[in-house]
């Protein structure tokens, strides 16, 4: 089916370093992307989206960036903590339809 | 409630068997999501309801999926003749607004075919 991102890696970082977690999504027409944070057991949480008239957002440790040219999305995490561990996923709104499509994500492991 | 409950948490069933899973969207949602989400994977998008529209099934594995949507409010997802491979977590999501703009999802249903 439809699909955002392909794979299911893994990206592993010390504690205190920054992250960086990226996502290749498949729609030029898509219009908005989403970061979620899904722990074990849990559903996926909202971590900051973005529309695509922009190219850059700002949260609270969090910076999401958006090339269209590419199709490419990335979460950046400042000083990343064990509590940020889990699977993250990106997805896109599919333009015209309001469907959010993800990907497989991407895992995220701190170690002390 | 504060946010999306789903309802079983767990379900265990036997092959060939019809299961329901519910959701209860955060009140006031027009927008209403169901993901299937397999071990270890992506979340799969089953369908979309938005307020009174018709709504986009084209993620529906088979005719043996189904969904509604009753009163604009609480979901229901069938699957019948249930098989293994429809084990996984099935999870439901919410927005205010179509898009899935800030789109809050619930613990989910694990469900387990033997």
């Known amino acids: 089916g439809e699909s955002v991102g392909l794979h299911l890696p893994t990206l592993s970082v010390q504690e205190g370093d920054n992250s960086i977690i990226n996502c290749a999504y498949s729609n030029s027409a898509s219009d908005y992307f989403i970061w979620y944070k899904q722990e074990s057991g849990k559903g996926p949480q909202f971590i900051i989206d973005?529309?695509?008239?922009?190219d850059k957002r700002q949260g609270q440790r969090v910076t999401v960036l958006l090339n269209k040219t590419v199709k490419h999305l990335s979460l950046q995490i400042a000083a990343t903590q064990p509590g940020d561990s889990a699977v993250y996923f990106c997805?896109?709104?599919?333009?015209?339809?309001?469907?959010?499509?993800f990907g497989t994500g991407t895992r995220l492991q701190v170690f002390p | 409630g504060a946010g999306v409950s789903q309802s079983p948490s767990n379900k265990v069933t036997e092959k060939g068997k019809d299961v329901e899973l519910r959701c209860d969207p955060i009140?006031?949602?027009?927008?209403l999501y169901w993901y299937r989400q397999s071990l270890g994977q992506g979340l799969e998008f089953l369908i979309y309801f938005q307020g009174n529209s018709a709504p986009d099934k084209s993620g529906l594995p088979s005719d043996r999926f189904s969904a509604e949507r009753t009163g604009g409010s609480v979901s229901t997802l069938t699957i019948q003749r249930t098989q293994q491979e429809d084990s996984a977590v099935y999870l439901c999501a919410s927005s205010l607004v179509p898009g899935g703009v800030e789109a809050f999802f619930g613990q989910g249903t694990r469900l387990t075919v033997v």
């Open positions: 009140s006031g949602h027009t927008a």
């Open positions: 997805a896109e709104n599919m333009g015209n339809t309001d469907k959010l499509i």
């Open positions: 973005i529309r695509s008239n922009m």
